[in-house]
């Protein structure tokens, strides 16, 4: 239960007893007084705040997660697992930590943020330092990129100067206006501090479609020459990713993050096989508390449509849209 429920749950029970003694003024003033020092002294309690009770990270846990929940996807489960590692246990940190994640759609970009925000906060993505700019949502028009800039420059400053430990994710970079994201380049780069405030504890968190054909191709490659797709390195796909990003459209697009090398890795994910999306099924089942059914799966995943037309290897939409489409499978 989040802690604004208990609280709010809290909040009813003492409404509930004021009510009770409305009739008897003594007992009623009492009852006020008692319940607001009660419900001050709780809501300080369970108040998310910006300490190591609600922001310790869980190097175990996420192992764990990103072992059992997430799939098909050995280089960024391996990358993630590392940096995050390094970075929440460096007590000499240089710079915030910038990663930057490629793949087509439903391959698990954002659930692995989640991930990560789940094995540090104790909200998770619910927390008041989770942060999520979403570019079609918040920057839609290139007219007032002006305005944007000195926005978001503005939110992570006075972000972060709340709570050094933040995380910001930013969501369809593929979409962002190219410059957008420089302007908070001085927050990325090695700096002590910038007026007073230190972003080296902060993470950010690049999400894009962008240098998803690319990864798609070099999977396909690997598959038609026969050879396992865990045999795909990072250093295959890196080089190809960062270059494809720099130049192709977007919130990266010849950005001097990239010339500066302060995105700390490219983390490609690659596109999901039929049978992945049997492992989503099964894990969206078990989720649910339902027994995992593989003849459930095997049908929903059959139903998905995969790419190339010949060789129908890859889920085109990956593991999205399992959650909507389950019910009608059972
Ligand atoms: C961002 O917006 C798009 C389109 O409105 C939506 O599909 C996507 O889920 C949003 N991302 C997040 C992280 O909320
Ligand atoms: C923090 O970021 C949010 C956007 O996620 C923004 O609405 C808010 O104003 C920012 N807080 C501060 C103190 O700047």
């Given at each position: 239960?989040?802690?604004?429920?208990?609280y709010?749950?809290?909040?009813?029970?003492?409404?509930?007893?004021v009510?009770?003694?409305?009739?008897?003024?003594?007992?009623?003033?009492?009852?006020?007084?008692?319940?607001?020092?009660?419900g001050?002294?709780i809501?300080?309690?369970?108040?998310?705040?910006?300490?190591?009770?609600?922001?310790?990270?869980?190097?175990?846990?996420?192992?764990?997660?990103?072992?059992?929940?997430?799939?098909?996807?050995?280089?960024?489960?391996r990358?993630?697992?590392?940096?995050?590692?390094?970075?929440?246990?460096?007590?000499?940190?240089?710079?915030?930590?910038?990663?930057?994640?490629?793949?087509?759609?439903?391959?698990?970009?954002?659930?692995?943020?989640?991930?990560i925000?789940d094995n540090?906060?104790?909200?998770?993505?619910?927390?008041?330092?989770?942060?999520?700019?979403?570019?079609?949502?918040?920057?839609?028009?290139?007219?007032?990129?002006?305005?944007?800039?000195?926005?978001?420059?503005?939110?992570?400053?006075?972000?972060?100067?709340?709570?050094?430990?933040?995380?910001?994710?930013?969501?369809?970079?593929?979409?962002?206006?190219?410059?957008?994201?420089?302007?908070?380049?001085?927050?990325?780069?090695?700096?002590d501090?910038?007026?007073?405030?230190?972003?080296?504890?902060?993470?950010?968190?690049?999400?894009s479609n962008?240098?998803?054909?690319?990864?798609?191709?070099?999977?396909?490659?690997?598959?038609?020459?026969?050879?396992?797709?865990?045999?795909?390195?990072?250093?295959?796909?890196?080089?190809?990713?960062?270059?494809?990003?720099?130049?192709k459209n977007?919130?990266?697009s010849?950005s001097?993050?990239?010339v500066n090398?302060?995105?700390?890795?490219?983390?490609?994910?690659?596109?999901?096989?039929?049978?992945?999306v049997?492992?989503?099924v099964m894990?969206?089942?078990?989720?649910?508390?339902?027994?995992?059914?593989?003849?459930?799966?095997?049908?929903?995943?059959?139903?998905?449509?995969?790419?190339?037309?010949?060789?129908?290897?890859?889920?085109?939409?990956?593991?999205?849209?399992?959650?909507?489409?389950?019910?009608?499978?059972?």
């Amino acid at each position: 239960m989040k802690a604004t429920h208990l609280y709010l749950l809290l909040q009813v029970f003492l409404s509930a007893s004021v009510l009770v003694h409305t009739f008897d003024p003594f007992t009623t003033v009492l009852a006020v007084g008692v319940g607001a020092t009660l419900g001050r002294t709780i809501y300080k309690y369970l108040h998310e705040s910006c300490d190591p009770k609600w922001i310790a990270f869980d190097a175990t846990g996420l192992q764990v997660d990103l072992g059992n929940k997430l799939f098909g996807q050995h280089i960024a489960s391996r990358i993630i697992l590392q940096a995050v590692n390094e970075f929440m246990t460096n007590d000499n940190l240089k710079k915030p930590l910038v990663l930057s994640l490629h793949g087509s759609s439903g391959t698990g970009k954002t659930f692995v943020s989640q991930l990560i925000a789940d094995n540090i906060y104790k909200e998770g993505m619910d927390s008041s330092f989770v942060h999520i700019f979403n570019s079609t949502l918040h920057f839609p028009h290139s007219s007032h990129l002006d305005t944007y800039k000195s926005q978001l420059q503005q939110w992570i400053k006075g972000n972060v100067s709340n709570c050094a430990q933040s995380m910001f994710i930013f969501d369809e970079m593929d979409k962002m206006h190219p410059g957008l994201i420089d302007s908070i380049k001085p927050y990325l780069d090695y700096y002590d501090k910038l007026d007073g405030v230190s972003y080296r504890k902060a993470i950010f968190i690049f999400l894009s479609n962008a240098g998803g054909e690319i990864i798609a191709q070099k999977a396909l490659d690997f598959w038609k020459a026969g050879r396992d797709r865990e045999e795909i390195k990072l250093k295959d796909l890196e080089k190809f990713l960062s270059l494809a990003v720099f130049n192709k459209n977007g919130g990266l697009s010849h950005s001097s993050l990239i010339v500066n090398n302060l995105v700390d890795f490219f983390v490609p994910f690659l596109p999901l096989e039929y049978r992945h999306v049997v492992q989503c099924v099964m894990a969206e089942m078990k989720a649910r508390g339902l027994r995992p059914d593989p003849g459930v799966a095997d049908r929903l995943a059959k139903d998905f449509i995969y790419f190339p037309e010949s060789e129908r290897v890859f889920s085109s939409k990956g593991c999205k849209t399992i959650q909507r489409k389950l019910k009608f499978y059972l």
